[in-house]
């Protein structure tokens, strides 16, 4: 069975430090790759996908990157955090069109 | 524009009584409709989808009904239980692009 595992769950940082948010898939062979953003109370909003290793497209530029190192693994980072960057972010993955999310990461940033 | 609109905002059902959540669209290349349920503090979870070549799908006690040219569609719970409380979102895709669009999504609160 296929797994998601995000990490860390949560994270308090400053404003102007550097980020780096993780994602792993196990159990499926390149799957396409999502990060996706939800603020507090809000809907989802798609950052970046990916679907296959070394290729990402951004579809929102909200000052972050991502990474495809691994067919398993999804990298999402920053080096300067802004206030706005706090929320929820959210891996999923992908076969075809079904898509399913991972536990995300809580962060806050102060 | 918004893509993707859900009402209500908020919906309140007693247990036992089926809720419906509607959902409407306004690009008419989507083609894949997925609804999402999500707890406070977790991801959203895939509850049941349909694609436009069909008008109704029925999962249980999940229905959703759909119309294509009013670019309309509804999920049914029916029998809702308390713990049925959560958001649910609509999402609507072109499955060319891959690119899911989400509602605001609806808070349902059943009560015991």
């Known amino acids: 069975a296929q797994t998601i595992h995000q990490w860390p769950v949560a994270e308090i940082k400053a404003v102007g430090s550097p980020l780096s948010l993780g994602c792993t898939i196990k159990?499926?062979?390149?799957?396409?790759l999502y990060w996706y953003w939800q603020a507090t109370g809000g809907t989802l909003q798609q950052l970046f996908y990916?679907?296959?290793?070394?290729?990402v497209e951004s579809v929102v530029q909200l000052n972050l990157s991502a990474s495809r190192p691994k067919d398993d693994q999804f990298i999402l980072s920053t080096e300067k955090l802004l206030l706005s960057h706090s929320g929820f972010y959210l891996c999923?993955?992908?076969?075809?069109?079904?898509?399913?999310f991972g536990p995300g990461t809580r962060l806050t940033v102060l | 524009q918004q893509q993707v609109r859900q009402s209500p905002q908020s919906l309140t059902v007693w247990e036992g009584e089926t809720a419906i959540l509607n959902c409407s669209y306004e690009?008419?290349?989507?083609?894949?409709f997925p609804w999402y349920q999500q707890f406070p503090g977790e991801g959203p979870a895939l509850l049941i989808s349909?694609?436009?070549?069909?008008d109704k799908k029925e999962d249980g006690r999940f229905t959703i009904f759909f119309n294509k040219r009013e670019k309309k569609l509804s999920l049914h719970i029916t029998d809702s239980q308390p713990g049925d409380s959560a958001t649910y979102f609509c999402?609507?895709?072109?499955?060319?692009?891959?690119?899911?669009?989400f509602g605001d999504g609806t808070v349902l609160t059943v009560k015991p």
């Open positions: 999923a993955w992908s076969l075809d069109a079904e898509q399913f």
């Open positions: 159990g499926k062979s390149s799957p396409n």
């Open positions: 990916s679907i296959t290793v070394g290729q």
């Open positions: 690009d008419s290349t989507f083609n894949y």
């Open positions: 349909i694609r436009s070549v069909s």
């Open positions: 999402a609507a895709s072109d499955t060319n692009t891959g690119k899911l669009t």
